[in-house]
């Protein structure tokens, strides 16, 4: 069974630049779409960047535009967000998900195996 497991949260300055790693474990990545969710407090979890099997990808909020990208390693079994020029309003416990729809949704209810997180916070 798939799980997936976040690491390379933590503080940065505003304008600074994050790398988050997304590893699976029990399974491989397969073919299996994966993408980096975050979730602020007190607001909903929404969809930042998805990455298909093949390398396309799919940009699920217009505020990460031109400062995110993902990045997927099918032999490592790691899917990358990196992340710059980071703002305040970046702040938020970022996770990684799989599609089980294979289509890059930006519906939440569609992704499985969600890992536990990792904390990311924008402060000078």
């Known amino acids: 069974q798939l799980q997936l497991v976040e690491s390379g949260g933590g503080l940065v300055q505003p304008g600074g630049s994050l790398r988050l790693s997304c590893a699976a474990s029990?399974?491989?990545?397969?073919?299996?779409?994966i993408a980096w969710f975050r979730q602020a407090p007190g607001k909903e979890r929404e969809g930042v960047l998805c990455?298909?099997?093949?390398?396309?990808?799919?940009r699920l909020s217009d505020s990460v535009k031109g400062r995110f990208t993902i990045s997927r390693d099918n032999t490592e079994n790691t899917v990358y967000l990196q992340m710059n020029t980071l703002k305040p309003e970046d702040t938020a416990v970022y996770y990684c998900?799989?599609?089980?729809?294979?289509?890059?949704?930006?519906?939440?209810?569609?992704?499985?195996?969600w890992g536990q997180g990792t904390q990311v916070t924008v402060s000078s």
């Open positions: 998900a799989a599609d089980r729809t294979y289509t890059c949704s930006a519906n939440v209810k569609l992704y499985i195996s």
């Open positions: 029990g399974s491989t990545l397969g073919s299996y779409p």
């Open positions: 990455i298909l099997k093949s390398g396309g990808t799919t």
